[in-house]
């Protein structure tokens, strides 16, 4: 019997990964348009400061659209595009457009999961567009404390094309289980939309979701470990 007591005494001292879930996520609801920079964002984190309630759009080559509608390279303020960010540059015709979303991790590291990007296509009337079209985007993880370090690059990835006006946003999933961040560090989640392989369209992003589980410090274990331990043995002892 001791040796089972101690067998699960140094089984629950060991750290181990919480059950997953999100870390950070928004489906940029109740934001609002301000040329090239989106305000007003809600998010949900956990295990993590959560970024600023503005995120801003870098444009490479700018194709615009319709710009009596949007100036070119801002972000579209039409009622469709309400709850989007949605750069009015066209992204199906040599246009290309980044974003980083900064954050910091508290005092625990955090095993990451998937990144699920939910996209739409928008047209340049700055409305949802009613014919398929593809995307092609790029997600980087950089650690902003190690020098800018990239841990994570996806490459280019193409989308099928799809009427997302019919069929509604897409999401597009990427692997980061392989990671695991470092407690009180800096880190940007960088994504692109890239120079799409059909033309005349503008990539929007719907919603993101960013999965991953807190991983527990060694301290917390210990005094989980010591009480499940000390509890198992009084019962055994009655």
Same mark, same amino acid.
Request: proline share 4%; charged share 10%; aromatic share 6%.
């Given at each position: 019997?001791?040796?089972?007591?101690?067998?699960?005494?140094?089984?629950?001292?060991?750290?181990?990964?919480?059950? #997953?879930?999100? *870390?950070?996520? %928004?489906?940029?609801?109740?934001?609002?348009?301000?040329?090239?920079?989106?305000? +007003? *964002?809600?998010?949900?984190?956990?295990?993590? $400061?959560?970024?600023?309630?503005?995120?801003?759009?870098?444009?490479?080559?700018?194709?615009?659209?319709?710009?009596?509608?949007?100036? #070119?390279?801002?972000?579209?303020?039409?009622?469709?595009?309400?709850?989007?960010?949605?750069?009015?540059?066209?992204?199906?015709?040599?246009?290309?457009?980044?974003?980083?979303?900064?954050?910091?991790?508290? =005092?625990?590291?955090?095993?990451?999961?998937?990144?699920? !990007?939910?996209? $739409?296509?928008?047209?340049?009337?700055?409305?949802?567009?009613?014919?398929?079209?593809? +995307?092609?985007?790029?997600?980087?993880?950089?650690?902003?404390?190690?020098?800018?370090?990239?841990?994570?690059?996806?490459?280019?990835?193409?989308?099928?094309?799809? +009427?997302?006006?019919?069929?509604?946003?897409?999401? @597009?999933?990427?692997?980061?289980? =392989? @990671? $695991?961040?470092?407690? +009180?560090?800096?880190?940007?989640?960088?994504? #692109?939309?890239?120079?799409?392989? *059909? #033309?005349?369209?503008? %990539?929007? *992003?719907?919603?993101?979701?960013?999965?991953?589980?807190?991983?527990?410090?060694?301290?917390?274990? @210990?005094?989980?470990?010591?009480?499940?331990? !000390?509890?198992?043995?009084?019962?055994?002892?009655?």
């Amino acid at each position: 019997m001791k040796h089972t007591s101690a067998f699960l005494i140094l089984g629950t001292l060991m750290p181990s990964v919480a059950s #997953a879930a999100f *870390i950070l996520s %928004t489906d940029f609801s109740g934001s609002s348009e301000a040329g090239t920079t989106l305000n +007003n *964002i809600s998010w949900t984190s956990s295990g993590i $400061t959560a970024p600023g309630s503005s995120l801003s759009v870098t444009n490479g080559i700018i194709s615009p659209g319709n710009t009596t509608i949007t100036p #070119a390279g801002d972000l579209w303020t039409t009622a469709e595009t309400n709850g989007y960010f949605a750069p009015h540059n066209n992204t199906g015709s040599g246009g290309d457009w980044n974003t980083q979303i900064n954050f910091t991790t508290l =005092s625990s590291g955090i095993a990451l999961g998937d990144l699920d !990007l939910l996209w $739409t296509n928008v047209n340049n009337q700055g409305v949802i567009q009613p014919a398929a079209r593809d +995307n092609t985007f790029q997600v980087q993880l950089i650690d902003i404390d190690n020098a800018n370090n990239v841990i994570y690059d996806s490459g280019a990835i193409d989308t099928p094309a799809v +009427n997302t006006a019919s069929e509604g946003s897409q999401t @597009l999933t990427f692997d980061l289980s =392989s @990671l $695991t961040l470092d407690a +009180n560090t800096n880190y940007g989640l960088y994504i #692109a939309a890239l120079d799409a392989p *059909i #033309a005349g369209s503008h %990539t929007a *992003i719907d919603s993101l979701t960013l999965n991953g589980a807190v991983v527990p410090e060694p301290s917390s274990a @210990l005094l989980v470990g010591l009480a499940g331990g !000390l509890s198992l043995l009084r019962r055994k002892r009655a």
